[in-house]
């Protein structure tokens, strides 16, 4: 059949027992949306082994398996197709079924540990402020044009991915913008998509549950560069020491971007407040409503980006002046005390440091820093020590609460947290499980005037405990606890 064509000449195929021309109306990885005409792929998860559902897919009406081991029971009229990988097959595969839409669009990827979502969504905004047609595909939100549509993961699987991807292409976009997780490029979500560009941000320790070393994770993210055609280009952050090595073996044109180093985009931060960002930006001064060294990067890669799309330089930087960032991204509020109330992602050391490296950049006198920040269950448990130091030694007092606990008991994960300090210092640090009433001792402890940073959650709209997903908006409650605060 034509849907399996790629995957029998693209992919390593062990054996293929039956027929392979055969109409085939549905893929899926998920057993539970199998019905007559599917074909399923079984995919070995880090929790869940997809070919242990083989029989059971059979049963709903597949007429194709592919697997990587053979089931023993085999029926007649069903194609099954032993690959080397599942998750390679299945990019080919999605691609073929939705007929190449990554094709038919101009597709730009960027990773990094931090910095995606922000560069994503401001490129998505800047080629729609310029009246083009645009989709996003990121971790708060996927657009296609100006219609949301939610968005689950950081990048979606790669039938959902080939299937949005589609829809774009329907409505008429030209351009899409992609976050590009580590954990997707592992898992092989991008194979068979073509990219016109690859974007680097910066990469710290982070996802070492998921990778195991710091050098797998950077592997995973090298693999953007790796699949390149060399008729796209690559962007990569100059004052990253980790820049050259994303290029290594990249066959597309290389481009770098820069604050400190010599780089082809070079910008320099004039002035850094609450009122926004004034940068010199290829020889030009601009003036933005971005708050912080760090959305200097994010500007100067959107920038380098829309110059290599060809859109542009001086359309560029005035549309540039007038975007702002994405929802819990240094997300800022000011009570009538002039308590300022800041709410960021930063669930990372390095990211948690840059905002607080700004934060401290940017205040005027006796102002204090107050800094609420906890770590999320069941990921890198490395990172909780060095993000309760990093908290207590950026800021003025700091409260550490929960995060998403998931599965994990919020104590334990407060525990692990302490244990990056001394003595000395956790007695001079709170720590409350319940977020609310941290948020709330956060602001009842500040002074006109000083600054409550809320880390870890951002944009999300929930807070995850023991596997039940409760409502909850760390921006809302701050807003809610500073306005009570006043009455």
Sequence with gaps: MKLLSEILYKTRIVQVIGGTNVAVEHISIDSRSIRPMSLFVAIPGTTVDGHQYIPQCIKQGAIAIVCERMPEELHPGV?????????????????????????????VAV???????????????????????????????????????????????????NELLCKMVDAGCTYCFMEASSHALHQNRLTGIRLVGGLFTNITHDHLDYHGTFNEYIKAKKKLFDQLPASAFAITNHDSKYGEIMLDH??????????????????????????????????????TRLIGSFNAYNLLLVYATGVELGIDKDQLLTTLSSLEAPAGRFEYLRSQTGIIGIVDYA?????????????????????????????????????????????????????????????????????QMLAGLSDAQKAQSLSLSDRKEAIKMACALAQAGDIVLVAGKGHEKYQEIAGIKYDFDDFSTLQETLLNLNK
Excluded: W
């Design 79 to 107: 194609t099954y197709v032993q690959v080397n990988d599942s998750s390679e097959a299945l990019g080919y595969l999605s691609c073929n079924f939705y007929d190449h839409p990554s094709e038919k669009i101009k597709i």
């Design 111 to 161: 990773t990094g540990t931090n910095g995606k979502t922000t560069t994503a969504t401001l490129l998505y905004r800047l080629f729609r402020s310029m009246g083009l047609k645009t989709g996003l595909l990121s971790t708060v939100v996927n657009k296609i044009n100006d219609t949301a549509l939610e968005s689950t993961h950081t990048t979606p699987n790669a039938i959902a991915l």
């Design 250 to 287: 990249c066959k597309s044109r290389h481009r770098s971007y820069g604050l400190k180093t010599m780089a082809d985009y070079k910008a320099r931060v004039l002035e850094n407040s609450f009122d926004g960002l004034h940068m010199q930006l290829d020889g030009k001064e601009i003036y």
């Design 347 to 415: 669930h990372t050391p390095d990211a948690l440091e840059n905002v607080l490296h700004t934060l401290r950049d940017i205040r005027k006198g006796d102002q204090k820093i107050i800094t609420l920040v906890g770590c999320g269950g069941d990921r890198d448990k490395t990172k909780r020590p060095e993000m309760a130091r990093i908290a207590f030694e950026k800021s003025d007092r700091v409260i550490f609460t929960s995060d998403n606990p998931r599965s994990e008991q919020p104590e334990e994960i407060l525990t």
